[in-house]
């Protein structure tokens, strides 16, 4: 999931040093990531459809994806954020009873109506841990889960599957099998007690995937690896606009490794501060970064009239950096923001409900740090903005190529 505990320990880390920036923070030596495919069953059946409807086929995938994020307390205990999603939603095919109106009843040839509904996990355990040889520990977690699902309505907005959005005890177990001082084997499982009140199934799954820590390599004494100009920190003002479209966005989020979104940005300017916190001595870096941004949308056509609505939004995020091409006059970079913690000023645009005024930011693109000194910093990028599945109603904000330039200091 967008990892906030990510976030959380790089804003701690902001008073390192400029000097200590080749050294890897203490508490980036602590962390480890975790990913792999799940199987996952939540028995989904007729019990979940509100009073007048009737199932005439529940399709419940069991292929999930699941993600982690831990910190190290010491050799016994650590904190973990994980993430579960489906690779495919479980889906209902409904008939609407006597009771539902003759639009309901009819909302196709045959008269039923088949719609998806969303689940998405997020859990926040403190993790025992067990060695057992050199190579593998027994790991017992317990803490709670975000459980989100979002039903669907029939055409005349009559509720089939309500929405709900609730925390559950969550409780687990696995094994970890090192390979390398940096890789794990990771097989795991773990159960969601059903909930009456939320008419939610119990969930059970298991998982087996790899977990990276990052590798703690020093230089050796004597050695100096060709390195280039890292500058500690960097002020730039942006300006979005649609004049090119959204076709950039659309092939990227096509190939799956970026999102689209619902409503889509017009215009905007933005401010923004990004500072280093680690860096390699040339390929690869970590930042932090705080921006404030005005946004319109594309506006909304009401009665042969325009309504627009502008808002606001204020970010806090990770950089990851891939320094791929050194130059005499500039180092290029490709850069990936993810899971910035956001507050956007409007939680409804254009009678679109976001879910909430809490979301998230993420950006991609390409950036430079331009000229002797490298005093010159650009970047082109797109970005994204959505509440990550968190809330029911989860549409998403497309912002278009934005234009960055500023300088270092």
């Given amino acids: 999931m967008r990892s906030i505990v990510l976030i959380l320990a790089i804003l701690i880390a902001v008073h390192a040093k400029a000097a200590d920036r080749e050294q890897m923070p203490a508490w980036m030596k602590k962390m480890s990531f975790e990913a792999g495919p799940a199987y996952i069953q939540y028995p989904f ?51 609407a009873g006597e009771t539902a109106s003759a639009t309901d009843r009819a909302v196709s040839q045959n008269g039923t109506l ?34 989100t699902r979002k039903g669907f309505a029939t055409e005349s907005n009559l509720q089939v599957i309500d929405h709900a959005t609730y925390f ?36 059970t799954y298991a998982s087996l995937g790899i977990r990276f820590k990052p590798p703690v390599a020093p230089t050796a004494p004597g050695q100096k690896p060709a390195a280039m100009i890292h500058p500690r920190q960097w002020l730039q003002v942006g300006y979005t606009s649609n004049g090119l479209g959204y076709g950039v966005n659309s092939f ?14 017009e215009e905007g300017v933005q401010l923004q501060y990004q500072r280093n916190i680690y860096h390699t001595p040339r390929w690869f870096a970590i930042d932090w970064g705080i921006h404030a941004a005005r946004w319109q949308p594309v506006p909304l056509m009401a009665g042969g009239q325009e309504i627009q609505e502008t808002f606001y939004t204020f970010s806090v995020y990770p950089v990851f950096r891939l320094n791929f091409l050194q130059t ?56 994204h903005y959505s509440n990550g599945n968190m809330f029911p109603s989860n549409p998403g904000v497309k912002v278009p190529l934005t234009l960055l330039v500023g300088t270092t200091f």
């Fill in 114 to 147: 088949t719609r998806p509904v969303w689940m998405n996990y997020a859990g926040f355990t403190l993790n025992g841990h067990l060695r057992l040889s050199n190579k593998m520990e027994a790991v017992a977690e317990a803490g709670a889960a975000l459980v």
């Fill in 252 to 265: 990227i989020s096509g190939m799956g490794i970026f999102w689209g979104g619902r409503l889509e940005v």
């Fill in 45 to 95: 059946s007729p019990a979940q459809l509100n009073p007048g409807f009737i199932a005439r086929e529940i399709v419940v995938p069991n292929i999930a994806f699941k993600m982690g994020l831990a910190y190290q307390v010491n050799a016994y205990l650590s904190a973990k954020m994980s993430y579960l999603m489906p690779s495919a939603w479980v889906s209902y095919t409904v008939e």
């Fill in 328 to 383: 005499a006059q500039a180092d290029l970079y490709f850069f990936y923001t993810v899971a910035g913690p956001s507050f956007i000023s409007r939680s409804t645009l254009h009678n679109i409900d976001l879910g909430r005024q809490f979301i998230f930011t993420d950006t991609m693109g390409f950036g430079a740090f331009a000229g002797k000194n490298r005093r010159l910093a650009l970047e082109l990028r797109i970005g």
């Fill in 168 to 203: 559950a005890p969550l409780v687990g177990a696995g094994i970890h099998y090192r390979l390398h001082d940096s890789w794990s084997v990771v097989a795991s499982g773990g159960l969601i007690p059903a909930s009456v009140g939320h008419n939610q199934p119990r969930t």
